[in-house]
């Protein structure tokens, strides 16, 4: 580090279990990038995306809750993300602020081997991360069951990108290929919880949980023992970033780095 280091940040609030730092700081020293991410913690966007235009910050990785509140401040976006209507990146060229969203990319990387058109996908959770998880079920030709605690925000979701509904009574009359789990349930420090019964499980579907704990969810675990292939998030967490540092340095980011990149992340 030197005075010409360009500053990065992940910013979100709590921050306590971010492993952005530690991917991109990885990153950034096997591509010999001379910057360096830190993480800041705030609740106001007002003053987050104050203190990216003074620095300035060349790269922000964007987390909850910000990934929706920090749009009105963007001047430009890509067209996925005004698709989802999300973004988690942010980089700064020639102080205008481009707004992207990689969690696409983070899900495509960890369902890359699960076959999808015409498959029924079970989608728990209504939020900024099952927006993502819709907009590429959609494009790969999968339909969608829309399954969440409040009603009225899977009815977002379902106007915006298709499929159907469902209550948790009804969970039993459906098949379904694929289950993902886009809600925090499973989180530390609740990695007691589940947010589907164990009941629901077959061995010819595939569970997808974007929470990414140091151990397997409950959820993976569960899903495991009944003889269904499971993938967890940190492969979407990993996704997510190689694609930021790609779009922040202009560089390609090979199987061979990305394969050092999950051992660094799976010894911590
Ligand atoms: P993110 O951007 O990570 O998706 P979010 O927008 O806060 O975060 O969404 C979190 C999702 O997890 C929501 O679908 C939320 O359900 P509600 O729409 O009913 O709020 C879901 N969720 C969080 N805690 C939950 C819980 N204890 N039981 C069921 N669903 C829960």
């Given at each position: 580090m030197n005075n010409q280091t360009q500053l990065n940040l992940v910013i979100g609030y709590p921050l306590g279990h971010s492993k952005s730092p530690m991917l991109h700081n990885f990153l950034y020293r096997r591509l010999n990038i001379d910057a360096v991410m830190l993480a800041l913690a705030k609740t106001q966007i007002k003053d987050l995306v104050g203190v990216i235009k003074k620095y300035p910050v060349g790269l922000t990785c964007v987390t909850m809750p910000h990934k929706q509140s920090i749009l009105p401040y963007l001047d430009v976006m890509d067209n996925r993300a005004k698709a989802i209507g999300a973004v988690n990146t942010v980089i700064n060229k020639r102080d205008k602020l481009y707004g992207y969203n990689t969690d696409i990319d983070g899900i495509m990387f960890a369902l890359s081997r699960v076959p999808i058109k015409n498959r029924t996908v079970l989608l728990l959770g209504a939020g900024g991360a099952a927006r993502a998880v819709a907009y590429f079920v959609v494009k790969s030709g999968g339909k969608i069951l829309y399954l969440n605690r409040t009603a009225g925000k899977a009815n977002i979701l379902q106007r915006r990108f298709g499929g159907k509904i469902i209550r948790k009574t009804d969970l039993g009359k459906y098949r379904f290929d694929l289950i993902i789990n886009?809600?925090?349930?499973?989180?530390q420090p609740n990695a007691k919880d589940s947010p589907l019964d164990k009941k629901y499980f077959r061995p010819y579907q595939t569970v997808f949980d974007v929470v990414y704990n140091a151990k397997p969810t409950k959820l993976l675990t569960e899903a495991k023992v009944a003889g269904a292939k499971t993938i967890g998030g940190m492969e979407m967490f990993i996704g997510q970033g190689v694609k930021q540092v790609e779009l922040y340095s202009g560089r390609r980011i090979t199987q061979n780095l990305i394969s050092q990149v999950r051992k660094l992340m799976s010894g911590n």
């Open positions: 886009a809600t925090s349930v499973g989180m």
